[in-house]
């Protein structure tokens, strides 16, 4: 069709030729006349020979703009990163189509810049280990606390089969958290105590429903290390092996459990009363008010007849477009043991306020 509307102009450009050498013979009184007609002949000519032209220009012209209406999914969002899927299919991963596949970094908990007062200090840190008991100092009752946790997935599909549309997944991640006594000019702004917490999670799609519609959605086990790198007498650490699960209602709410048993310590044990006042259990439970808000509260439980552990109350709020945005202003209320290590046996309520990034 192209070749041929290609050839027609020369046909047409012999005939105008041949009428224009005509003209050229005619007498005086009839050549104007002639060469009028000729011209109106070859702009005809050249109408009749562009229209097929400019009709397949358009046909191609709209075939881009076809090609991506019919192809609406490829703006959207994949793997880890697409709504379509739970809040724990994405967080774990646990399906083939909310994959974001190995050795990618991403969140755990909240990355987060907070300022924060409590109701006393620790001015003489201490655990019922011999040389454990620090020298006082004046510490301020606000400080600010810094909060960096990753992990990556380092393996997947180990038990799980190949065909199938679930996916387990083994996972590393690391979590510091520091107290920096940044208005405490008196002794030089110190980082007042940090703890490091490295840790290794194997996480088990488990489909199963439970009363009041709830849906179990993982299991899984974990190994956890915590201490704050410190020297006699600040020296805190523990060992801990953990059982977990986790469901849903809906879209807007989760549970999520833990259960530990600490390791016997090979060497001097810093702390050991750790369990008793931090805790043996641990629930939290998340709801997703709307787009932009969300409450979440931990318990923790040393499951003994004096009942220590503690309470964590939170409130999220999106900053920025809710499907896209990681950054939340974040708030949240503390009561109970285990803070921090170096607090671990000092009752302390703790109030905070920052930024955190979530969801990445």
């Given at each position: 069709m192209v070749a041929a509307a290609q050839s027609a102009p020369e046909a047409q450009t012999g005939a105008n030729v041949s009428g224009w050498a005509t003209c050229t013979q005619t007498d005086s009184a009839q050549r104007l006349a002639c060469f009028d007609a000729w011209v109106l002949d070859q702009?005809?000519?050249?109408?009749?020979?562009?229209?097929?032209?400019?009709a397949i220009d358009f046909e191609a012209s709209k075939k881009p703009s076809e090609d991506i209406s019919a192809n609406p999914d490829t703006t959207l969002a994949d793997g880890c990163r697409n709504r379509q899927y739970s809040a724990?299919?994405?967080?774990?991963?646990?399906?083939?189509?909310?994959?974001?596949?190995?050795?990618?970094?991403?969140g755990y908990r909240p990355i987060s810049l907070s300022w924060i007062a409590a109701d006393s200090t620790n001015?003489?840190?201490?655990?019922?280990?011999?040389?454990?008991?620090?020298?006082?100092?004046t510490y301020q009752r606000t400080e600010t606390r810094i909060q960096l946790s990753v992990r990556t997935k380092i393996a997947q599909g180990l038990l799980t089969p190949r065909n199938s549309e679930s996916r387990d997944s083994l996972w590393f991640g690391y979590t510091q958290q520091s107290y920096w006594q940044l208005f405490n000019g008196g002794i030089s702004r110190p980082f007042r105590n940090t703890d490091h917490e490295p840790e290794v999670i194997y996480v088990y799609p488990t489909q199963a429903s439970l009363p009041g519609g709830w849906q179990l959605r993982y299991s899984g086990m974990g190994l956890v290390h915590q201490s704050n790198g410190q020297s006699l007498p600040l020296s805190r650490s523990w060992n801990r092996v953990y059982l977990m699960a986790g469901a849903e209602l809906g879209e807007r709410y989760r549970l999520m459990g833990r259960a530990w048993q600490r390791l016997p310590e090979k060497v001097d044990d810093d702390n050991p009363d750790i369990t008793e006042k931090v805790g043996r259990v641990e629930l939290q439970g998340i709801?997703?008010?709307d787009k932009r808000n969300t409450l979440g509260a931990t318990l923790r439980s040393s499951m003994a007849a004096k009942a220590n552990g503690s309470l964590r109350l939170e409130w999220l709020r999106t900053l920025g477009v809710p499907e896209s945005s990681g950054l939340r202003l974040h708030a949240q209320l503390f009561s109970g043991y285990g803070d921090s290590l170096v607090d671990y046996n000092r009752r302390r309520v703790v109030f905070s306020l920052g930024l955190s990034l979530v969801d990445f």
């Open positions: 702009k005809s000519s050249l109408r009749q020979s562009q229209k097929p032209s400019l724990l299919s994405r967080f774990w991963e646990l399906e083939k189509a909310s994959d974001c596949h190995t050795f990618g970094i991403r001015p003489a840190p201490s655990s019922p280990a011999a040389g454990h008991t620090a020298t006082a100092q709801w997703d008010i």
